[in-house]
Structure formats: structure tokens, C-alpha cells
């Protein structure tokens, strides 16, 4: 049978999500599909689940990669890979039924698209307690603030670095080379190949949602320092990209650096208390950076964000402080709520 979508399935120690993602995808509504399910070195026995189903459904490839490198493991999916589209979920997620079929039917219409996309609802309590309720919330507060064209277009690709469900066009991920970041180390290194794709194609955005993904997040804290090298060395290598076209980069360097800055403090919240002042000062060196090469100016930040971006330009140990504190407040304000 040929097949019309390959599915990407990358997985490291996901034990707990990864069947309830396989059979979203094995019971969709659009059948001519294949998975390739890359086991990134668990050892939770997730390589173990992909394997197992690989066996009961000829449509699921099950592969080994021990490099440990969620972005390479990624990588050879897309090598492997010899379908007209292309997904690549992440294992917390569940997808509706219908949802391959309405991206790949919005493709197949629209052939000058490189991708389609549609909501993902994220679902559960985070570490720090905020709920679906929370976060929709926030996203409200930020986008009264300033409505800037400049702002709603940086909102608009951020949400898409982190938010939607999307099917890319094989011969257009192909054509412009957009491939993941892989250095061997922590994280899951899309944020590069999504902000790339969008940047460099065409897209079509549902405004219905097509997948819930759970964001529940252990209590514990990131430990592993090349969490800090990584994330800057990703987005060093995605600059690197979009300034091989002059254009490009003139074009999306303002909101490069604002991706830059949200996806770093969305780590930071996540580090060990030992590790955070060594990421606020890895940020603070790269924008700096920026700013000396006039790459942008901080009035190009978001309203909501631009206080703090200022802060931690001016004094990476007052930035650290305040983010701690805010934390700690957040932490104790859900512990009441938790009481109550």
C-alpha cells in the first residue's frame, strides 16, 4: 500500500504517554499511514511499547537510535521518511480522530502550502499549579497590552513554535534543508525546525483544535547542565539559518530573538535553583550580543515581556532574583489553593 503520511514518533523515557499517543494515531480516521517509532535510548521500557506494537501493526517501523539526541532520532525519521507529508507529535500527545485527514485534505487542496496546522489543547496542571484556565489567562492579559502588527505577528509564531499540531509538505521540508537540531544532549530540539518551517512557507492555521497534549510536569527539577549549552547552541544553529537569506533574516530577526527569550525562560522555570543564574546569564551574554550588532532593539518585545527582557539585559543577578521570587510566589499561592 502507499502510504500518504509518515508519522515521526521520537521518544525518550515517555513510558507513561506513549500508548495512549500510538493509539490516537493507530485509530485515525485517514488509514494509509506509517510510524516510524525511534526509541531514543529509554530505559523506562518505552522502546519496549514501540517495539511491541511495531509487531501487532505492519503500518508502525519501530527504530533504535542510541545516540541520545531526541533531534537526531527526529532526524532519521525524516530520512527514512518517503510519504507526501510528514507529522511529527510528541508523546504526550493525543490526537482526534479526524485530525491527519482535515490537515492532509487542507494540503492536498492547496498546493502552494508547506504546512497546515490546527490547535493543540493543552491539558492538566503544570508544576507550578496554573491550569488550562490559567494559561488562556495569561495569553489574554499579553495580548492587550500591545497591538502592534509587529507584536501580533511575534505572538502568532511563538504560539505556533509551542501550541499547534502540524503536517509539512515532504518536499518542502526538503527543498529548504529544514532539518533538527541534533547535538547530543537535553531537550526536545524542535524549536529550530518548527520556527523554520514557518518562516520559510506558506501555512494554513484551523481554528479548531486537533489534539490534546498533557503538560503534567514531575515536581523535580532539571539537573542536567547541557539543558543551559543546549537551548543557546539551538538557537545559535537557527540564526545561523535564517541569515544564509539576507531577506529572511531582516524580515524575522525581532521575533527570532523573541522566541529566543520566551523558550528560555520557559526552561528556566523548569532548572534546578543551581542552574538558573547560569542560564540568565547565557541569555543576557546572547542578547547583549544582539544589541551590539543591532540586530534588534528591546522596544521590539512584546509590552507584556519588555520589563523583565530590560532587567536581564541590565543585571542577569537582579533578573535571577525576581524570576525566584515570582516562582516562589506562584508556588505558594497554588499550595493555598490547594488547601482551600
Not at 28 to 37: N, P
Not at 144 to 163: A, P, Y
Not at 226 to 238: A, G, Y
Request: hydrophobic share 35%.
Amino acid at each position: 500500500m502507499n502510504r500518504k503520511i509518515s508519522i515521526i514518533l521520537a521518544a525518550h523515557d515517555q513510558a507513561e504517554y506513549i500508548g495512549n499517543c500510538l493509539d490516537s494515531l493507530l485509530t485515525q480516521t485517514i488509514r494509509d499511514i506509517e510510524i516510524l517509532a525511534v526509541d531514543c535510548g529509554s530505559t523506562d521500557g518505552t522502546g519496549d511499547i514501540l517495539y511491541e506494537d511495531a509487531h501487532e501493526d505492519e503500518r508502525v517501523v519501530f527504530l533504535a537510535d542510541r545516540r541520545g539526541s531526541i533531534g537526531h532520532a527526529k532526524n532519521l525519521g525524516l530520512d527514512r521518511a518517503r510519504t507526501p507529508y510528514i507529522m511529527i507529535p510528541e508523546p504526550e500527545d493525543c490526537l482526534h480522530k479526524d485530525v491527519l485527514e482535515r490537515l492532509c485534505r487542507e494540503l492536498d487542496q492547496n498546493p502552494d502550502l508547506g504546512l497546515a496546522a490546527c490547535g493543540t489543547e493543552w491539558v492538566g496542571t503544570d508544576a507550578y499549579g496554573r491550569t488550562r484556565e490559567d494559561r488562556m489567562r495569561i495569553l489574554r492579559e499579553a495580548n492587550q497590552k500591545d497591538n502592534r502588527q509587529q507584536e501580533i505577528n511575534s505572538r502568532l509564531l511563538r504560539s505556533w513554535s509551542f501550541t499547534y499540531t502540524t503536517v509539512y509538505r515532504r518536499d518542502f521540508l526538503e527543498m529548504h534543508g529544514i532539518r533538527h537540531f541534533e547535538e547530543p544532549g537535553y531537550g526536545r530540539q524542535d524549536s529550530a525546525f518548527r520556527l523554520l518551517a514557518m518562516m520559510k512557507g506558506a501555512f494554513f492555521i484551523s481554528e479548531e483544535t486537533g489534539c490534546e497534549r498533557r503538560v503534567d510536569r514531575r515536581t523535580d527539577r532539571i539537573t542536567d547542565p547541557r539543558s543551559v549549552t543546549d537551548i543557546c547552541s539551538e538557537f545559535r544553529f537557527l540564526r545561523e539559518r535564517l541569515m544564509e537569506e539576507d531577506a529572511l533574516w531582516n524580515r524575522e530577526r525581532f521575533i527570532f530573538w523573541q522566541a529566543f527569550y520566551d523558550r528560555n525562560l520557559l526552561l528556566y522555570e523548569e532548572l534546578a535553583d543551581t542552574l538558573k543564574p547560569r542560564l540568565a546569564g547565557r541569555m543576557q551574554a546572547e542578547l547583549k550580543g544582539a544589541i551590539e550588532h543591532r540586530e534588534f532593539d528591546p522596544y521590539h518585545f512584546d509590552a507584556a515581556v519588555r520589563p523583565d527582557m530590560e532587567l536581564l539585559i541590565s543585571d542577569a543577578k537582579k533578573f535571577d532574583q525576581k524570576q525566584r521570587e515570582r516562582l516562589k510566589e506562584r508556588e505558594h499561592a497554588c499550595r493555598e489553593t490547594a488547601r482551600a
